[in-house]
């Protein structure tokens, strides 16, 4: 069995200061791991992906992941948050079975970007 | 483009009546998924695909149904049995190896009236 936490449901920052989104994960095989993002109304966008290549990952937007196996997680961050980074975020695991029911997905965390 | 479209963005149903919503795609993916999302909350699997002609339910399938008799095309049907189909509903395809990632269409609202 696996699973996704997402540890916050809502994040607040303020424009121009560091985002932290924390998901843990566990997993009987070796994950991939992603993170999306969904504004209003739409689909859901891939941010970044991990696939056991190197643990630090860069996605869009200036978002970077690091997996840490010893803690099973995969925590999302940026920098600087700019406004148009509010939206709903979800942490994603996929394992090496191939079955369709070992896609997992977190409950979503919200962020707010404050001015 | 590849990509995953699906149709139509707005719905509305009456009590009682069966809808179908469509999602296409071109990206020569073999799985597919149905996901439904309520406000403020994550997704819950409705059905998915692996392969034409054969699906599988998903944690919440009570009420809807699919098909795949094309690989490209995994519509589904909200049936009345279904009691609070109000929702956005999400259509995904993937490669099915692991490390793959999966694309979402742009989603459909269904509305009860």
């Known amino acids: 069995a696996q699973s996704v936490t997402q540890l916050d449901s809502h994040v607040s920052v303020s424009e121009g200061t560091p985002v932290l989104l924390r998901c843990n994960y566990s997993?009987?095989?070796?994950?991939?791991l992603f993170w999306y993002v969904q504004h209003p109304n739409k689909g859901l966008q891939l941010l970044l992906k991990y696939t056991s290549a190197a643990t630090l990952v860069k996605g869009i937007n200036g978002f970077e992941a690091e997996f840490k196996k010893s803690e099973t997680s995969f925590h999302l961050t940026k920098p600087s948050a700019h406004m148009s980074d509010a939206a709903e975020y979800f942490c994603?695991?996929?394992?090496?079975?191939?079955?369709?029911?070992?896609?997992?997905f977190g409950s979503g965390t919200q962020l707010t970007v404050l001015p | 483009d590849g990509g995953i479209t699906q149709s139509p963005k707005y719905l509305f149903r009456k009590e009682g009546q069966n809808v179908t919503l469509s999602c296409e795609q071109n990206l020569n993916h073999d799985a597919m998924y149905w996901y439904r999302q309520d406000p403020g909350q994550g997704l819950r699997l409705i059905y998915y695909s692996q392969i034409v002609n054969d699906f599988q339910k998903g944690d919440i399938a009570e009420g809807y149904s699919v098909s795949r008799e094309k690989k490209e095309s995994f519509p589904l049907t909200v049936t009345s049995a279904q009691k609070n189909p109000t929702a956005f509903y999400l259509c995904?395809?993937?490669?099915?190896?692991?490390?793959?990632?999966?694309?979402f269409g742009e989603g459909s609202w269904l509305t009860v009236v």
């Open positions: 995904a395809s993937r490669v099915q190896e692991t490390g793959n990632t999966i694309y």
């Open positions: 994603v695991v996929i394992t090496s079975s191939g079955s369709a029911r070992q896609l997992t």
């Open positions: 997993s009987s095989y070796s994950p991939s």
